[in-house]
């Protein structure tokens, strides 16, 4: 009840001052030397995308194809060098966290907390109810398939029929960004971050917590000054995990030991990239951060794209690319952050990071666009 009590007092605060914004406007696209050439090789429309709902809806890439789906059920998988599609099926459900799944298995998750299992060409195996929505694509390990629903469940259910083999509960701040973090699977333990700013890790068999770590402290006195919500990616390198939070800290954990190896305050909705021996951050201002993955020290910041609401940085062959509100694809340079190259989509924007595979780019827009591109560097 707290929870919608302070979003709907939010709501009616910007109401009342709506003739007196105070956001800081996008920043205007600068002119630069392009030195790389972005091809498009192909472009397709897969559905009705989201609009302008801030929900992201994941694609899955796996057998030389990428499944992905709309907001309004409708999923398709289509061929990764061409673009042709190889078949589509429509749910008739509303969907709220994209595609999940391996070779033969797909997951989808929706808005009502149903958790859909579909075999490798789009074929109905079993639908069952989840707790509560789910907004992130479930992940398979094993026989299991992990889920992450916004009441503060992690559970395990089983790949063969759906039911439920465990679940781990944690209670959900009275505030808290919409989304949450992917769960991590790696050596048969998962490690997801909390809405609270914790970083929970798991047995994968039983649900068992093995070690549980404050990524984030609330602090301040207001509900939104206390708010350390953990929603972004995370990576795990070797045995070394990064994590960031909200209003929190960008964080390295030794998974063995569960223990802290280096910290620094930098807030993100996004979460980290790795990429050589770089972290890779888009902050909660729209600023491009380099990190040394070692200690955390500073390698470069890029601020000429601030408030145009940028996904995370992926890295692509000797570049960078975040995509805009505007379906803009801008690609920097890893080692000093100079913009590279850029090129636009549909114009309605993107909200789900870019993906990267066997050197090629693919990129989901707003409006349901799908598109594939290629770099090469300019004589």
């Known amino acids: 009840m707290i929870r919608f009590i302070i979003v709907f007092l939010g709501i009616v605060f910007i109401a009342a001052c709506g003739d007196s914004d105070n956001s800081e406007p996008p ?12 091809k498009k090789l192909w472009s397709v429309d897969a559905g009705g995308g989201v609009g302008q709902l801030f929900v992201k809806l994941y694609p899955l890439i796996v057998d030389n194809k990428i499944v992905i789906t709309d907001r309004y059920g409708y999923v398709s998988a289509y ?42 060409m789009g074929k109905l195996i079993w639908k069952v109810d989840a707790s509560s929505e789910v907004l992130m694509p479930a992940q398979i390990a094993g026989n299991l398939i992990i889920i992450r629903s916004v009441d503060g469940r992690i559970s395990a259910l089983s790949l063969a029929d759906g039911s439920e083999q465990w679940t781990y509960k944690r209670d959900v701040p009275a505030l808290s960004l919409r989304g949450n973090s992917v769960p991590v699977l790696k050596q048969g333990y998962i490690f997801n971050g909390l809405d609270n700013g914790r970083l929970v890790t798991l047995d994968l068999l039983d649900g068992h917590t093995v070690f549980d770590i404050a990524v984030a402290s609330p602090s301040g006195r207001s509900e939104l000054e206390r708010l350390v919500d953990i929603d972004g990616h995370a990576e795990i390198i070797k045995d070394t995990l990064y994590m960031s939070s909200y209003q929190g800290r960008i964080v390295s954990i030794d998974i063995r030991r569960g223990q802290l190896i280096w910290s620094r305050k930098l807030s993100t909705y996004s979460g980290v990239s790795y990429s050589g021996s770089g972290l890779f951050i888009s902050d909660d ?27 995370r940085p992926v890295s692509i062959k000797k570049s960078l690319v975040v995509a805009d509100y505007e379906a803009y694809l801008h690609f920097l340079s890893p080692f000093d952050g100079h913009f590279q190259a850029r090129i636009e989509t549909d114009g309605s924007g993107v909200i789900v990071p870019p993906v990267e595979h066997n050197g090629r780019l693919y990129v989901i827009t707003r409006n349901g666009q799908l598109s594939a591109f290629e770099l090469e560097s300019k004589n």
């Not at 920043?27 to 972005?38: C, K, S």
């Not at 190889?86 to 149903?114: A, K, P």
């Open 79 to 120: 061929d990764l060098k061409t673009g042709e599609k190889l078949w589509d099926t429509e749910l008739d459900l509303t969907i709220s966290g994209g595609v999940g799944g391996d070779s033969d298995h797909l997951v989808i998750t929706t808005r009502n907390g149903h958790v859909v299992l579909l075999d490798s």
């Open 27 to 38: 920043a205007e696209l600068i002119e630069f030397e392009q030195t790389l050439d972005v």
């Open 285 to 311: 201002k729209d600023s491009v951060w380099a990190l040394d993955s070692s200690n955390g020290a500073t390698l470069w910041k890029q601020e000429k794209l601030k408030a145009r609401q940028i996904t």
